[in-house]
């Protein structure tokens, strides 16, 4: 143990002493630094700017609520004082007036890994129409850039570290060849596989704290506060360093099998694209095959809701309508009620509604069950695991997105009957409503402990089958032979 | 010489087992790339004509109503798949598919497949495009690296000299093998697609001029990697350094430039939140484009405009429907409002569009990435010209609607129908698709770029005579 820590410490001054000294490590080092920085810099004003723009909208919402508070209390002695009052007290004016906000707010790692937060809509103004005729309509975006992805930290650990990694070992063993001290190397008091391992160690350690470095230079600027999301941090890092070592684990067998630098260098740049490009692409094309998560069959359900304007199409809606809410439903259905006619297109809504709920609901359930699929691959697919992970810690993820979904479907029920109570007790529209106006709140789930142990543990798993390959290989008897 | 030259290296490459090992990997990927792209395409275009067809019956099976009110009902424009996706998927996954079309307002696509994916989906989709553009280059470079720097390595460098032989006929015969080997590995691409085009998928003449283009292109790009593999090579004293090169070249190439590019674009153009724009847009309909016409000013010079015109003292005694016809200029002003708005918007994508295609200068990647997805219709200038076509067609759907209102009742007669024969006179919606030069013109710069790296990489083996090598022999 003592004479292993000793080896360590004469390999790691030797180490620093040979990094100091080349230059070219050091450039790529720096460079690497820098591109960390600047990923940390474009996720932070992307994640300022959703969150100024959220902001925006709430700010300019809640003006409107404000004005309508007032209305409501208006002096209807006066003529603009009656409007203004008509405008906040008829509630079949209200249902479809008065607006609300659902925002999905970026969690405080999301500036580090944007994940899926640039594919969909981040806020949506609601009022008392279907939910979907709201929603589904699409966003202002730019395709060319979406499917560019992000250039985030999670990009610089997942695409950008293993490159770094594989700039600096690469030549871990054939260096020694090519310099003619391998033989050297081999006579010495310490086995070979040892000083490789150190070199290894120390080599990791450098990787290690740049990770550190820019992870935490991260968690500052995008403001993460340690009490708060101190686990977040904690895992964020752990994943990171253990898919560091798994590209150390890689490196460590590409070099046991001690071939030539140019062998080495192509090999380990064969392994980024198998891990990076090729596994995910192909694993890509199960996903897409799948029929039924396909969107385009919801297309009608953007369309406007309407419905004939009969006594018999009113009485038809109200009738399913009460099915559901038998509370309701008048003693006597015969009087046609003070707000007959608007009661009969909201009774319309609210069934419409429930009825495509259940389609969408559905179809997102077949969603998550392609998604968690996919997710079984994970062990032989490292980069997108890890991706996933970070994702997942960032609340960017599919998962937090159907959370979202969810939260904002729950929230349009509150909405509907924010002026719908009012509507069907045909009475105004009181200060008290305004008072309970419904206030969306949504807090996504940042730590998926299930999930990210799987995720931890697949990574693990590969990173020790590939040591333990590449430990055996470094054998001396085995190295010679070779 | 040039000739034996170019034989010796087609027989190294035949002899090099990892090669063959690289080459069988890499058809395996092209043939999965080539049936998952074909099937892909039965699938989606299936898809997208059954919604178009389900939708169009929805529109004429629906009840007679007021033509306004059946105008709200609304249609659809599906994005059609193009046959030749099933090459180059480009951006297909990342623009929606459909957007719904109806009266006041301009809609934006809805429904990105890539919504229902998970973050894997940005590593990249197997296309037959992605095995040629990213992995194709790579096995370039593995097989080229040594050409020269392994050569001087083990001394044959210097012998071939020695018989005379110039360096610009070395570095030709060596270019002939390697560009042999690399259209070699291009061709069962193109013979495949253009097999299940013309077999599978009855090819018009149109689409067999773009796989020819293609397959020209995508010669061009790899001839111009063998040309610079070979380059750096030469000017490498070790093999080691020239791989290491030509790998940092292909990365900032294929993985940097063009993420970077996109993202600056992003960052130094940001667009507007919908909430803003179509607030914006409301607004100007409502005051205005300059802000000094509001809509009830308009509305009421329009009136007087008219009452003057048929010498009428009241709008009922017009000889049309007044509403039809003030509904159909309010459609017409706000016609004009989206069109300003949506000028700007584009305006700034194409701004953000813009860094990347100025990059291909430096990456030839980004210039192949561009053209080829042009070529193959799943670009974003042909998502734009699909918006352009569907929107269009939203205004003459409303425009015929909102006439029948005028022409077929009278004002306030809010209880005339319209029914499945005027919801017939209202066409389907059809995408025409553009021409090949229409299609590859916004990326004349990267053609412009692949042309001038060629020439530079030429002019540089023209000018690097062998004595100007020989302090590295």
């Known amino acids: 143990m003592e004479s292993g820590m000793k080896l360590f410490r004469f390999i790691a001054r030797n180490e620093l002493q040979i990094l100091l000294r080349n230059r070219f490590q050091l450039l790529v080092l720096s460079l690497f630094v820098l591109i960390g920085v600047y990923s940390i810099y474009y996720g932070h004003t992307e994640i300022t700017r959703q969150s100024e723009r959220i902001s925006q909208v709430e700010d300019s919402i809640l003006n409107v609520q404000k004005a309508y508070r007032n209305f409501i209390q208006a002096d209807t002695a006066t003529a603009s004082g009656k409007k203004e009052y008509e405008q906040a007290a008829y509630p079949y004016v209200v249902r479809f007036q008065y607006n609300f906000v659902a925002a999905n707010k970026p969690a405080p790692v999301a500036a580090l890994a944007l994940g899926q937060r640039d594919l969909y809509p981040y806020y949506f103004v609601l009022n008392a129409q279907n939910l979907y005729t709201q929603t589904l309509k699409g966003e202002i975006y730019n395709p060319f850039k979406l499917s560019a992805g992000n250039f985030d930290l999670s990009f610089v650990m997942i695409y950008l570290m293993p490159l770094l990694i594989i700039g600096l070992c690469f030549d871990l063993v054939s260096f020694e060849k090519d310099t003619g001290t391998f033989t050297m190397l081999r006579i010495s008091n310490f086995s070979f596989r040892s000083t490789m391992m150190s070199r290894l160690l120390f080599r990791y350690l450098l990787v290690a704290a740049i990770i550190l470095v820019l992870s935490v230079t991260g968690f500052v600027v995008a403001g993460v506060s340690f009490s708060r999301s101190g686990l977040v941090m904690f895992n964020w890092l752990a994943v990171l360093l253990i898919y560091d070592a798994l590209w150390f684990a890689i490196l460590l067998f590409i070099n046991s099998f001690n071939k030539s630098t140019s062998f080495n260098a192509s090999a380990a740049i064969s392994a980024w694209i198998l891990l990076l490009i090729v596994i995910p692409s192909v694993l890509n094309l199960a996903g897409q095959r799948n029929k039924r998560t396909s969107a385009i069959p919801f297309a009608t359900l953007m369309r406007s809701r309407s419905m004939p304007g009969t006594d018999a199409a009113m009485n038809s809606a109200l009738r399913a309508f009460y099915d559901y809410y038998p509370a309701l439903k008048p003693q006597d259905t015969s009087v046609k009620s003070l707000f007959f006619k608007y009661q009969g297109y909201s009774a319309f809504l609210a069934v419409d509604q429930m009825r495509s709920a259940a389609q969408v609901d559905k179809f997102y359930r077949e969603v998550e069950r392609s998604a968690a699929r996919q997710e079984r691959m994970n062990l032989i697919n490292p980069a997108v695991n890890t991706q996933e992970m970070l994702n997942s810690l960032a609340a960017t993820d599919l998962k937090t997105e159907f959370d979202f979904k969810a939260a904002v479907k729950q929230f349009h029920g509150d909405i509907f009957w924010f002026s719908n109570t009012a509507l069907f007790a045909n009475r105004a529209m009181s200060a008290e409503d305004y008072a309970h106006s419904p206030v969306f709140h949504f807090t996504p789930q940042t730590f998926q402990q299930r999930r990210l142990a799987g995720g931890i543990l697949q990574l693990l798993l590969l990173a020790l089958l590939l040591s333990a390959g590449g430990y055996r290989n470094l054998g001396d008897k085995k190295i010679v032979n070779r | ?473």
Not at chain 2, 147 to 171: M, P, V
Not at chain 2, 296 to 315: F, H, I, M, N
Not at chain 2, 425 to 433: A, G, I, L, N
Request: glycine letters at 6%.
């Open chain 2, 1 to 473: 010489m040039i000739w034996i030259i170019a034989k010796k290296e087609l027989l190294s490459a035949w002899r090099n087992r990892t090669f063959l090992v690289a080459y069988s990997v890499f058809a395996c990927l092209l043939a999965t790339a080539a049936i998952s792209g074909y099937r892909m395409y039965r699938q989606q275009y299936q898809e997208r004509l059954h919604a178009a067809q389900e939708t169009r019956e929805q529109w004429l099976r629906q009840d007679s109503k007021h033509p306004h009110m059946a105008a709200h009902f609304g249609n659809f424009a599906f994005m059609p798949k193009t046959a030749l996706s099933m090459f180059d998927v480009g951006l297909d996954a990342f623009t929606g598919t459909t957007i719904y079309l109806e009266p006041h307002r301009q809609n934006d696509f809805s429904f990105k497949p890539a919504e229902v994916r998970n973050a894997s989906l940005r590593f990249g989709e197997l296309s037959m495009a992605l095995v040629l553009q990213v992995l194709l280059p790579v096995m370039i470079i593995f097989i080229a690296f040594a050409s020269f720097s392994g050569e001087r390595k083990g001394g044959t460098l210097k012998q071939l000299y020695a018989q005379g032989i110039s360096f610009s006929q070395l570095y030709t015969g060596k270019f002939i093998g390697y560009g042999m080997v690399a259209l070699v590995m291009l061709l069962p691409a193109v013979a495949m697609l253009l097999f299940v085009q013309l077999v599978f998928l009855e090819a018009t003449a149109g689409v067999i001029m773009r796989i020819a283009l293609l397959g020209l292109l995508y010669a061009l790009y790899l001839l111009l990697f063998v040309g610079v593999a070979l380059l750096v090579s030469a000017l490498c004293k070790e093999p080691k350094s020239a791989v290491l090169i030509l790998l940092a070249v292909w990365i900032a190439n294929v993985i940097l430039i063009p993420k970077w590019a996109a993202n600056a674009g992003d960052n130094l153009h940001p667009l507007p939140t919908k909430y803003d724009f179509t607030r914006a847009i409301k607004t100007a309909i409502a005051q205005g484009i300059d802000g000094h016409d509001p809509s009830g000013a308009r509305a009421e010079k329009l009136k007087k405009e008219l009452l003057a015109q048929y010498q009428v003292d009241s709008t009922s005694r017009l000889p049309f429907n007044y509403e039809g016809y003030i509904m159909q200029a309010g459609e017409e002003y706000s016609s004009l409002v989206y069109d300003k708005h949506f000028a700007q918007l584009e305006k700034t994508l194409d701004r953000q569009n813009q860094i990347s295609l100025w990059c291909s200068i430096i990456d030839p990647f980004l210039a192949v990435k561009g053209l080829s997805m042009s070529l193959s219709g799943t670009d974003y200038y042909t998502h734009l010209d699909f918006q352009t076509q569907a929107e269009r067609y939203r205004r003459d759907f409303v425009q015929h609607m909102n006439r029948d209102m005028q022409n077929h009742s009278k004002l306030g007669d809010w209880d005339y129908n319209a029914d499945r024969h005027v919801y017939e006179e209202v066409p389907p919606f059809k995408y025409r698709q553009r021409g090949i030069y229409e299609s590859v013109k916004p990326y004349m710069i990267g053609l412009g770029s692949l042309l001038s790296w060629s020439m530079l990489i030429l002019l540089s083996v023209v000018m690097l005579n062998r004595r100007a090598m020989q302090h590295i022999v």
